[in-house]
């Protein structure tokens, strides 16, 4: 029987480059080539001054964006993968940083991480794949690395505290002892009743802590020191009961499933064209309705003003009346139902009652309603809300005494019909009446197969669904470097399907047909183009 001769043994005449042995359509020649053409100059200098040579920020961006694509986000792995893998080899320009130095850069450098992601929505920008028409905005929630075994109350806050100090004092007091007994005298050789003795644990997260930090080395100890006085200011910022001593910067929050765990809550814009990610963040507030704001401010931070009547949408979850206002302000045009709306959209809701407020009609001129039997509800008095943090207008009915309805209208034996306003009722009004139309839900429906889809790239083909890192800034980088994998994978997919791209050639999703005769069919040469031009500031890019 006939094989196929192996080759092993084979010596090379020219031995080829390890870029010769990778495949000239793999997308890490778009990793290499779009973070070779971003300018590191702003960060270069922390790494000025005395000491040994350190990893190029660029090598070490590659490779975590490399395996972040490849649902690599172990550390230890990218770091193996240097040395057995042609692909990050090649990227890590044969150099082998250790698993530390890996961890370390990605937990400390954000600013990095943040550059870059700006960079490519840049890129995607003037190649025409982001056109800021449909910015749609969502959040999710992805548990933190820390279980919800490891909360503690600020009275057991307090219990450790004063056991570190405790211990801390004896420590000094025995040294002393020491000293004045045995001199010199090897530590080894001390007597038994002068050495750490280890307690049975309790079944308490308290007492576990106490007993790990009197029973752990000085390396333990600190650590425990460091995490007592971050665990004690997020209690005190958060304003809660407890708070997780592993993490203390996570929140509780209650996911999809309805289950309660310490979690960090993501937030994204994307823009509807091509599903780029042109704004992203991490936040530990478990409300998204305070994030609309921060993520439009992030977007046109990027990209400079957003277009007049850019179109933002966003779940009831963002529904709000400062969040309309503040989009009527700025000339966008937001689609975000309410939460009776919504649910309704989703057909989990009934009609609406002939009584419920939805069927008030509300007379911007004289700010007043009419109710479905034509008596009018007139203002009466405003408070403010603790609860909700709101300010509060409330309407009371005029003509309900008399009313045969009052039963069906109001649960008040006594007092008339009550309607309560949180912010400005016209511009609620309007929302809600363009979102009950056929063409806002037809907008809103584009939401979903934009955002979510993200959402379900990150946690299951990426890997995302509990963070490895700790502390907001390192699930912040996470969090950030899953969406430049993201972002990579999308504008390769449709440089793929259209085999070249042209800026200015794509109308209503497609790339003109005269372009793509003008462009030149290597990948590689095509992407060297693309990036020498748009480093010179150019708009159209020709091979």
Known sequence: MAFIKRLRNQSWLFPPTIADLIEEDHICRLVDDVVENIDFKSIEWRYDGPGSPAYHPKVMMKLLIQGTIDGIRSSRKISKATKEN???????????????TICRFRKDNLETIKLVIAEIAKLAREMGMVKLGHLSIDGTKIKASASNFSVVSKEELDEIKEAI???LQKGIEIDEMEEQIYGDTDPDKLPKSFKDIKEKIRKDKAAKIIDQYKNGDQKEKKRIERQLGKA??????SGKDFVSFTDPESRFMKNKKHFSEFSYNPQVTVDAEHGIVVAEDVVQNVRDVEQLKPQIEQIEEVFGKLPKNAIISADNDYHSAENIDFLKEHELDGYIPHEKLASKMQGKTKESGRFDKDNFKYNVEKDDFTCPNGETVKFSFEYFDKTKGKQV???????????????LCTKSKRGPRRIKCYGNEANLREMAEKMESPEGQEVYRVRAKTVERLFGHVKQNIGLR????????????????????????RMWTIKSQTKAIGVNSTKNGRIDQSSLKNLCSSIKGVWSQILSSFSKGLSIYQV
């Open 466 to 489: 509990e963070f490895l890192t700790r502390g907001l800034q390192g699930v912040r980088a996470e969090f950030s470097l899953a969406c430049i994998a993201h972002n990579l994978k």
């Open 86 to 100: 042609v692909v990050y080899m090649y990227l890590s320009d044969h150099l082998n940083p250790d698993f530390r």
């Open 232 to 237: 004690q200011n997020e209690l005190e910022a």
């Open 165 to 167: 100090d405790m211990e």
């Open 393 to 407: 207008r409330v309407y009371r009915g005029t003509g309900c005494a008399q009313c045969l309805d009052k039963k």
